[in-house]
């Protein structure tokens, strides 16, 4: 099984590839970020109920990595931590976009029903309870005012907030990733979490 060590080493050497000119470093950086984008995926997912009722985690990751993978054609990166930052923003970015999709009144999620109920009518047949509910668009407010606040984090408490909310990473390993102390990466991740708690007025998004 592949380390943190290793998929840095080889997102190292595929960053070199791409600053030499060679584009094709971009498919090898995808295979090396999709198992985690994959988790992060289905986990982030979970916290957006209005998107899925209709997308599953295949369908939110595939599009996520055509993201990532056309992000890594027009930008420029120093750190593998780098490429696994812009990973993350895409998986949200996507979601944000088809939470917008899928909410408001307009909205096909918003008249048509996926979840039908039967039950028995009191007169001559079958009636049906169907679920037309969508995202409510306070909640998704809420979430793009969420990832708003984590992109206004000053960059060092930002790069400890992707790593530990996003992909999952645990502080020793940041600490080594970043070349600094335990200590220094949970006062950054204190700092991140009540910076964005007050962005949204103390209450979850």
């Not at 930008?75 to 949200?92: D, E, K, Y």
Request: aromatic share 6%.
């Amino acid at each position: 099984m592949d380390t943190d060590d290793t998929i840095s080493a080889a997102l190292a050497e595929c960053l070199q590839r791409l600053e030499a000119g060679d584009l094709s470093a971009r498919d090898r950086i995808v295979e090396l970020c999709s198992n985690r984008l994959h988790a992060l995926a289905h986990r982030m997912l979970g916290r957006y109920p209005g998107v899925r009722r209709w997308e599953d985690t295949d369908d939110v990751f595939q599009n996520a990595v055509m993201r990532l993978h056309r992000a890594l054609g027009a930008m420029q990166f120093n750190t593998p931590r780098s490429v696994m930052a812009l990973a993350a923003t895409q998986l949200h970015r996507e979601l944000i976009d088809l939470a917008r999709r899928h909410a408001g009144p307009a909205s096909y999620a918003a008249n048509h029903g996926t979840n039908a109920m039967p039950k028995v009518a009191a007169d001559d047949g079958p009636e049906h309870y169907i679920d037309n509910q969508s995202a409510s668009d306070s909640s998704l407010d809420r979430w793009t005012l969420f990832h708003e606040a984590i992109g206004n984090l000053p960059a060092e408490d930002r790069e400890v907030f992707h790593l530990v909310w996003y992909l999952g990473a645990d502080q020793k390993t940041i600490a080594t990733l970043l070349d600094c102390s335990e200590r220094t990466v949970k006062y950054r991740w204190r700092a991140a979490r009540e910076a964005v708690r007050a962005a949204l007025g103390g209450k979850a998004p």
